[in-house]
């Protein structure tokens, strides 16, 4: 047993650095040229924005960032349809309270929620967009439900408000992305784009489109989060 | 330049962390690449890509395991403290049935926790699914609501004080309520060896006592939802006993 | 080629190993994140974006990272999460139907569950 036990180790760890190797040896990476300057000085004029990333994921390709949700939305309606109706463990511990925890999320909570309105607001201008900003405005809330325990947020925010709020970023982002682009121009375009690269008020609906994104990412990865926190798993 | 380093680190936390033993050590290795990721997502000159694997990968999916994993890798045992069997040293356990049950614990890789309780509590308490072990001085009689391993120790029925042997044998009572009936001079008791030997610690005479032809045995009590516990505890019982590890443990506390 | 680039293929490596190797469920999934990690990993490693930020209000910098590979991934990251979760409700439910995080263990209950279900 000891010997097949090594054996199968060596051969895996043989397989691994083979892998490498041939991977290392093989892989034809793409030069140095990326996007020319050109084409991504004709990008940022044309959208308006500074930050190209924002700029591509919702404009340039909003298209595939619309089928990114949509998966998203899928993965967390997973989540909350299997636990949904799981009570949790008979005999529940509560989650570690301690006053430290308490007082120090009570200090941090505001900062963090202030800076995911920050990476939201000004996604288009600076590093952050939509998908951190939710991303850590979860973590905002997953502090404050350590701190005081998630009877006292669940009281607070009904679970069905949350799902409002998914839904209906869901559809403003689909709103902000097809209807101007309907009025005025194509499908999917930007065609209120333009104005100042680095002003908070360009690139149209970009804006719009980063702060719908955030609700959604949010209220999802809190969806999430919630429902682990309620069910407490035995693993 | 610095990127170098961080990423030079990378491996080597991920390679420990994965061919890890305990679970939460891989979920807090993998907290802790996702973080160190981040950052050379930032020298790498990607800040978004940063904050959106600062903030997901190093606090929710950390925070969403160690929800999963919460219970994690425990063993629970429920009993009545028996001197000898089961009992509290200072701040640790010792006894008989702990040596047992920390070896058996440890051959699975959990962490034994013990709680004392009376034994009505503590049959709940293994009814409800709360404790996994029961324990203590255990003699299990017939329709247990559990599941009973074989038994490791015998023992023999003594009755302390005179008169005749009560009907029901009052060896499930708690030690101190025993010793204050036999003290008071109460209805002759029924108890077993471990009791026994307890309740003399404490000054009972030996000329009190008489051994009955009754004979039983300890057993450990196994929640009726982990048939498999109960199957792999009843085989390391039959280990130790095969390779008489537990006369060994015996003889140190019951001598 | 970058550092990223070689230690993306040996993170993916060693997460595969140990997504194969390891029984335990929780580190098969905790490989499975690894997995995701790296390819992000691989692809802001690439030697064209890796450089400068991609955000200029100004003319662009010379070296300036290729924002392509930024956006594919940075919503990948996200989603990531989302199944990841999704696998970890499975792998919940799953141990709390069969008490034990042993895969093998699990395939070998889940057989005999069957087999006594289609003899009775």
Known sequence: MRRRQAALTLAGAAAAIGFCVVALLTIDLPGDAALPREALTAVRDKTGVSNLVAALLLDVRLYDTLF?????????????????????????????????????????????ALLAAYLAVFGHVAPGGGFGGGAV??????????????????????????????????????????LPGAAWGELLSNPLGGGRPGGLASGGAIPALNLLIACKVFAGAWAVTYHFVRHRGEV | MSAVVVLAALPVICAYALFQRRRWVAVLGMGMASFLLAVVYVLQGAPDVAVAEAAI????????????????????VIAAEVPGLLHRRGREVDGVEFEILQGFATKLGLDLTVRFATFDDAMEALRGGSADILAGGFVPQTGEPALVTRGF?????????????????RFRDELRA??????????????????????????????????????????????????????????????????GALERIVERYLA | MTTGVVVAVVLFALAALALVARRDL?????????????????????????????????????????????AFVLATIVINFAVLALALVFVMLLVERYHTTDARRIEQLVHEEEESCSSS
């Not at chain 1, 799981?86 to 989650?95: M, T």
């Not at chain 1, 979860?138 to 947020?153: D, I, M, N, S």
């Open chain 2, 57 to 76: 990968g190093a606090a929710l999916v950390t925070f969403i395991y160690v929800l999963a994993i919460r219970r994690t890798g425990r063993l629970v």
């Open chain 1, 137 to 178: 405005a979860a973590t905002g809330f997953l502090l404050v439900c350590v701190a005081l325990g998630v009877e006292v947020l669940a009281s607070r925010i009904r679970d069905g408000v949350l799902e409002w709020i998914e839904g209906l970023s869901m559809l403003g982002v689909l709103a902000f992305a097809v």
């Open chain 2, 153 to 169: 120790l015998d023992t023999r029925f003594y009755v302390v004080g005179a008169g005749e042997p009560c009907e029901a044998p």
């Open chain 3, 26 to 70: 929780v580190f098969k999934l905790v490989a499975l994140g690894m997995i995701n990690g790296s390819t992000v990993l691989l692809l802001v490693s690439l030697p064209r974006s890796v450089g400068r930020p991609p955000i200029a209000a100004g003319p662009l910098a010379e070296r300036l990272a290729d924002p392509l590979p930024q």
């Open chain 1, 68 to 112: 990114e949700l949509f998966v998203f939305s899928m993965a967390v309606l997973g989540v909350r349809s299997f636990l949904k109706d799981s009570a949790g463990p008979a005999v529940r511990e509560p989650l570690a309270e301690s006053h430290v925890v308490r007082h120090a999320a009570y200090v941090l909570f505001p900062a963090v």
């Open chain 2, 178 to 243: 025993l010793l204050r009936r036999v003290e008071a001079g109460d209805v002759p008791v029924t108890i077993d060896l471990a009791r026994l030997l307890a309740l003399m610690r404490r000054g009972v005479e030996a000329a009190n006592v008489a051994a009955t032809d009754a004979v039983g045995h300890y057993a450990f009590g196994v929640c009726r939802r982990r048939p498999d516990l109960h199957a792999r505890l009843e085989r390391h019982l039959e280990e130790i006993e095969a390779t």
